[in-house]
């Protein structure tokens, strides 16, 4: 793949951190995990579940895809979280295996946002983000055990240095697992409604095949080691949340952190798994040595 113009990346970077700029998100959202019942100063795991893991899956997902990193769970693992949002996945990981997770984000008020639910979910000093680029990460070679992915590669088009930066900031063996939206067939994604989650047009949504992304991984010096289509399960867990009866939707969900739209965007995927456009997939590949 031909390297993009810096002056291009620069300002499509800005048009994406603006796109999930809300100016009010912690507020916002502290607001409704009060009206929910959460204690502010000791939030739990499941009340933010459902507002946390931004992507096609949920937890559920970020479970998944976790059991494809490989770590050991001895406590002293250190992971990188690509695009890391509001730290949902990265808290996850820091929990369920004691290691250290790093996440990097375009989106300042993202980060800011991670850092006081860390904060006041116990998790401040296993899990830290920082505002930056992940074509440019902020981290000399071979600092991490592994790095994790999680619907983020739809919004940069220059893949191969997004690979090559993972690559250089992972240790020998290290792996790195993706679970992004992909298109079916190149060009399926064009045809794709907006707004949706992650763009509200197609001036900031680079969609590829699974397999140009794994040529991308492999040229990178990774071998790729796993590649799951994970569609009809993508679809199957977005439809019951959309369908789900209001009394059983969660009371601090996607709305609190997309806004309004965020049915309408989320309507826009499921259409667009359901006509086989996109589809998300599972792709993990190890660093050599």
Same mark, same amino acid.
């Given at each position: 793949m031909v390297a993009i113009d810096t002056t291009v990346v620069e300002e499509r970077e800005r048009n994406v951190a603006a796109h999930y700029t809300r100016g009010d998100l912690l507020t916002q959202l502290l607001e409704a995990l009060r009206r929910a019942g959460a204690d502010i100063e000791a939030l739990r795991p499941e009340d933010l579940e459902a507002v946390e893991e931004?992507?096609? =899956? @949920? &937890?559920?997902?970020?479970?998944?895809?976790?059991?494809?990193?490989?770590? $050991?769970? %001895?406590?002293?693992?250190?992971?990188?979280?690509?695009?890391?949002?509001?730290g949902g996945a990265a808290r996850y990981l820091a929990r369920r295996f004691g290691c250290r997770v790093d996440g990097v984000d375009l989106t300042e008020e993202y980060c800011h946002t991670a850092r006081e639910l860390s904060r006041l979910a116990g998790a401040a000093e296993?899990?830290?983000?920082?505002?930056?680029?992940?074509?440019?990460?902020?981290?000399?070679?071979?600092?991490?055990?592994?790095?994790?992915?999680?619907?983020?590669?739809?919004?940069?088009?220059?893949?191969?240095?997004?690979?090559?930066?993972?690559?250089?900031?992972?240790?020998? =063996? @290290? &792996?790195?697992?993706?679970?992004?939206?992909?298109?079916?067939?190149?060009? $399926?994604? %064009?045809?794709?409604?907006?707004?949706?989650?992650?763009?509200?047009?197609?001036?900031?949504?680079?969609?590829?095949?699974?397999?140009?992304?794994?040529?991308?991984?492999?040229?990178?010096?990774?071998?790729?080691?796993?590649?799951?289509?994970?569609?009809?399960?993508?679809?199957?867990r977005l439809r019951a949340a959309l369908q789900a009866p209001p009394g059983q939707a969660p009371k601090v969900g996607l709305p609190a952190l997309i806004g309004a739209a965020a049915r309408e965007r989320l309507g826009n995927v499921l259409q667009a798994l359901e006509q086989g456009l996109v589809a998300p997939w599972a792709i993990a590949g190890r660093i050599s040595a």
């Open positions: 931004f992507h096609v =899956g @949920g &937890r559920p997902a970020t479970e998944r895809i976790a059991g494809l990193l490989g770590l $050991s769970g %001895d406590g002293g693992e250190r992971v990188l979280d690509v695009g890391s949002g509001i296993s899990t830290h983000f920082h505002h930056g680029s992940v074509l440019d990460l902020p981290f000399g070679p071979r600092s991490f055990d592994a790095a994790i992915q999680l619907h983020v590669g739809m919004n940069i088009e220059d893949k191969a240095r997004l690979a090559s930066e993972v690559a250089r900031v992972l240790r020998p =063996g @290290g &792996r790195y697992v993706i679970y992004d939206l992909f298109a079916r067939q190149p060009g $399926s994604s %064009d045809r794709i409604t907006f707004p949706v989650p992650w763009a509200a047009s197609r001036a900031t949504s680079f969609l590829v095949t699974a397999e140009a992304q794994s040529e991308v991984l492999e040229q990178a010096g990774f071998t790729v080691s796993h590649r799951e289509d994970l569609g009809e399960w993508g679809t199957e």
